[in-house]
């Protein structure tokens, strides 16, 4: 049996979007180094729905109301998801399940099972009887219980397990319950997240560079959770024209949409960059700080489950 | 040549003591961040080396060479973003040191947290989930080497080759049908060099012979009362490449008397294979039997069955009953004389797997529970290794479950290596050095 169960809520989503080039400066010599002082903060809550069903028999799950991801972004339900998980943690709560996406703490061991349906594109629902892993079906009569645990059902674009989720829900299969249906939520909502990108001490650039930062002595994320630097996959460079950064707080979850301009960088490896190596959607490079507006400089980690920048700061010209 | 590698060139030229070693210069594989090839002179004909000094103490080495005044090592067993000192090595004198600085791991690498001390042991053990590939672990739980496989197929169990040139690792599927496409993979130590062997429809496990021999398990299907029945057959390659089929599931065993307790997967489904310290005997685990089996390797025949199938084991193969809390659906497992420790994956019932260790009496052909080691909510539905150490430490694989622990004879785990989220583990081999054959 294979056994793919990631949870990487959003792979190349959020401020960062992925583009196909590497950027591989482990050793770069840096001249901007980042400090935790300059990350914003951010809090909040991810509070996902939660449905009770009968429990060891097939239920019916419809996504039709998903026209929103929980990031608020439309969404077709019947083009956009392609697959339906659904993931038991044995052993936690749906309050330890949603502490661990908002934190990026979920081990492995917490997770005791995993079965999917990949959607056809032109219904949207399904039986829970239909969901297997790899050939292999979900036993319902033992495997979705009240006492199984926890269950996480993960709406993702694309079929990898948990890559790219755009809606989740628990499920909670109750013995005195007699509902077999399940109409999912749309997304807004599930994410309440408050930024403040006005409090942080922001990052100096020069004009003509070099612009190599260095983040191997970042030790927290914006959430306050330890952050490993080796955990940053991507980067990227925003411009907003006539924006602060207080308006930008307040379109948090938008940022990788409303951008003037964005410089992105995939990153293979290493905790330095050099911004230089980031380019737009046209391939050109990032030239440095020019315009009236807000410049914002994320780094994100690509494997994490809480879609929020570990790092988020406002550049200005030093 | 990308910046990081520029950086790591350098060279040095005297050193101290009687031998002079000259020259050392090391370049970072280009394939493989963590891992450097060195070339050195020395000034008389003698063994010479490698030592890597890390900033925290530890000294990582290679094994000595075989003497002359030209040497060349590959250095294996550094952790990834490491600064370090190397040195070239002869009794009787070492080299200048280089100051140098390990490569970052590529971002597909599984994220491991825990290790540290309390464990002496490196792992080579298979990344599945979102990430595939082969990996050496250091005993501190560090990913000191790693290869990605990035077909579909999944990597089940990875080996230090025999020669000492590399690593074997299994390219295969046992989720649903086995893949036409299966092969063995020797992959150098710097991962420049990769060589196949295919073997269509191989299965989980696979060991090698002192003389390079490789045996594994393969799917075998037969026609069986008019349908196609999935089986298993042991297949040897010889080092010139010849396979073998040495055994087959249908030599010992009748579909009609022995149907296995779950067809959905076949009938056999043998998952997980060993050698006998003599290299006379594999050892096989055949998951629908909840059986292990002894087989003569010169003649294929059955010697003994041991476990919950036992009862009804054919032919004139011995039996070992398992009476008494019964392993079920185990995977790797360790049979050496009177002594079977085993990863039970679901003996135990509902989410919990074990490891759990018998005493044989084959005189009374029976099995009894000595230890067992099962920990509340530690569930590997398939997959997990167990290994015995000489201190009494077991080594224990909940590969699904994305951990490893080494516990104790009483119980304590002292050491622990957990993925996050999305990541889990194959079968585990383990070595005191990555040079070392287990």
């Known amino acids: 049996?294979?056994?793919?169960?990631?949870?990487?809520?959003?792979?190349?989503?959020?401020?960062?979007?992925?583009?196909?080039?590497?950027?591989?400066?482990?050793?770069?010599?840096?001249?901007?180094?980042?400090?935790?002082?300059?990350?914003?903060?951010?809090?909040?809550?991810?509070?996902?729905?939660?449905?009770?069903?009968?429990?060891?028999?097939?239920?019916?799950?419809?996504?039709?109301?998903?026209?929103?991801?929980?990031?608020?972004?439309?969404?077709?339900?019947?083009?956009?998801?392609?697959?339906?998980?659904?993931?038991?943690?044995?052993?936690?709560?749906?309050?330890?399940?949603?502490?661990?996406?908002?934190?990026?703490?979920?081990?492995?061991?917490?997770?005791?099972?995993?079965?999917?349906?990949?959607?056809?594109?032109?219904?949207?629902?399904?039986?829970?009887?239909?969901?297997?892993?790899?050939?292999?079906?979900?036993?319902?009569?033992?495997?979705?219980?009240?006492?199984?645990?926890?269950?996480?059902?993960?709406?993702?674009?694309?079929?990898?397990?948990?890559?790219?989720?755009?809606?989740?829900?628990?499920?909670?299969?109750?013995?005195?319950?007699?509902?077999?249906?399940?109409?999912?939520?749309?997304?807004?909502?599930?994410?309440?997240?408050?930024?403040?990108?006005?409090?942080?001490?922001?990052?100096?650039?020069?004009?003509?560079?070099?612009?190599?930062?260095?983040?191997?002595?970042?030790?927290?994320?914006?959430?306050?959770?330890?952050?490993?630097?080796?955990?940053?996959?991507?980067?990227?460079?925003?411009?907003?024209?006539?924006?602060?950064?207080?308006?930008?707080?307040?379109?948090?979850?938008?940022?990788?949409?409303?951008?003037?301009?964005?410089?992105?960088?995939?990153?293979?490896?290493?905790?330095?960059?050099?911004?230089?190596?980031?380019?737009?959607?046209?391939?050109?490079?990032?030239?440095?700080l020019s315009g009236d507006g807000t410049w914002l400089l994320a780094l994100r980690c690509g494997r994490c489950y809480n879609p929020a920048p570990v790092f988020l700061s406002v550049l200005v010209v030093e | 040549m990308s910046a990081a590698l520029l950086l790591l060139l350098a060279c040095t030229d005297g050193g101290k003591g009687d031998v002079s070693l000259d020259g050392l210069t090391a370049d970072q594989s280009e394939a493989i961040a963590t891992v450097f090839t060195a070339s050195w002179t020395s000034d008389v004909d003698t063994p010479s080396w490698l030592e890597a000094t890390l900033a925290d103490g530890r000294v990582v080495t290679t094994p000595a060479d075989a003497g002359g005044t030209d040497h060349q090592a590959v250095l294996v067993g550094l952790p990834a973003s490491t600064d370090f000192e190397l040195r070239a090595v002869a009794a009787g004198g070492e080299s200048e040191p280089l100051a140098l600085t390990s490569g970052n791991l590529p971002q597909t690498m599984p994220q491991l947290s825990g290790g540290g001390e309390g464990n002496d042991q490196y792992a080579f053990i298979p990344a599945i989930g979102s990430s595939t590939a082969a990996l050496i672990l250091s005993p501190q739980g560090e990913i000191v080497w790693y290869h990605t496989e990035s077909r579909e197929l999944d990597v089940y169990r990875v080996r230090p080759s025999v020669d000492g040139t590399g690593v074997w690792y299994s390219a295969a599927s046992v989720s649903g049908d086995p893949a036409a496409d299966s092969e063995l993979v020797h992959v150098s130590w710097d991962g420049s060099q990769i060589d196949t062997v295919p073997i269509p429809l191989l299965a989980h496990d696979f060991v090698e012979h002192p003389d390079g021999t490789l045996a594994t398990i393969v799917v075998e299907y037969r026609d069986h009362g008019g349908e196609e029945l999935r089986g298993d057959k042991l297949v040897e390659v010889a080092p010139d490449g010849t396979q073998t089929t040495i055994w087959s599931a249908w030599d010992c065993f009748d579909p009609d008397t022995a149907p296995g307790d779950e067809p959905v997967l076949g009938w056999t489904f043998a998952n997980a294979l060993d050698l006998s310290p003599d290299g006379t005997e594999y050892h096989l685990g055949i998951r629908n039997f909840s059986s292990i089996l002894r087989i003569d390797r010169a003649t294929g025949a059955c010697l003994e069955v041991i476990g919950g199938f036992a009862a009804d084991a054919p032919g004139d193969a011995d039996v070992i009953r398992v009476d008494d809390d019964e392993f079920e659906h185990q995977h790797q497992f360790e049979l050496v004389g009177d002594r079977l420790l085993v990863f039970d994956n679901e003996g135990l019932g509902g989410q919990q797997s074990r490891a759990v260790e018998y005493h044989l009496d084959r005189d009374a052909g029976t099995a009894e529970p000595v230890w067992e080691y099962a920990p509340d909510g530690l569930y590997s539905f398939v997959l997990g290794d167990v290994k015995r150490m000489d201190d009494g430490d077991t080594l224990i694989t909940w590969s699904v479950a994305g951990e490893i622990d080494r516990v104790t004879a009483d119980g304590t785990a002292e050491w622990t290596v957990n993925t996050s989220l999305g990541s889990a583990f194959g079968f585990a081999t383990w070595t005191p050095s990555p040079y070392t054959l287990p």
């Open chain 1, 1 to 288: 049996m294979r056994i793919p169960l990631p949870l990487l809520l959003v792979a190349c989503d959020g401020l960062v979007a992925c583009n196909d080039k590497g950027g591989d400066s482990g050793t770069l010599v840096a001249n901007i180094t980042l400090t935790d002082d300059q990350n914003y903060n951010y809090s909040g809550d991810m509070t996902v729905p939660i449905v009770q069903t009968a429990s060891g028999v097939s239920v019916e799950i419809c996504w039709s109301d998903v026209d929103q991801d929980i990031q608020c972004h439309a969404k077709d339900p019947v083009v956009d998801l392609d697959n339906i998980g659904l993931a038991r943690f044995g052993t936690l709560t749906e309050e330890e399940v949603e502490t661990g996406l908002e934190t990026n703490e979920l081990l492995q061991r917490d997770n005791t099972g995993y079965v999917e349906y990949n959607t056809d594109h032109s219904s949207t629902c399904a039986q829970l009887e239909d969901f297997s892993f790899f050939g292999t079906p979900i036993d319902l009569a033992t495997e979705y219980t009240e006492e199984g645990g926890t269950y996480l059902l993960m709406l993702t674009e694309g079929t990898e397990p948990g890559v790219d989720v755009k809606m989740i829900t628990f499920l909670d299969p109750r013995d005195d319950s007699d509902n077999t249906r399940v109409d999912i939520e749309h997304g807004c909502g599930v994410l309440d997240f408050t930024a403040d990108l006005e409090s942080l001490e922001t990052v100096g650039l020069s004009t003509d560079g070099p612009w190599v930062i260095d983040w191997s002595g970042l030790t927290r994320d914006g959430f306050g959770s330890d952050l490993r630097p080796d955990d940053v996959t991507s980067l990227n460079v925003g411009f907003y024209e006539g924006k602060t950064p207080a308006e930008l707080a307040t379109q948090f979850l938008d940022l990788e949409i409303i951008p003037t301009n964005l410089y992105s960088l995939s990153l293979t490896g290493g905790n330095s960059a050099d911004l230089a190596a980031a380019v737009d959607a046209d391939g050109n490079a990032f030239s440095g």
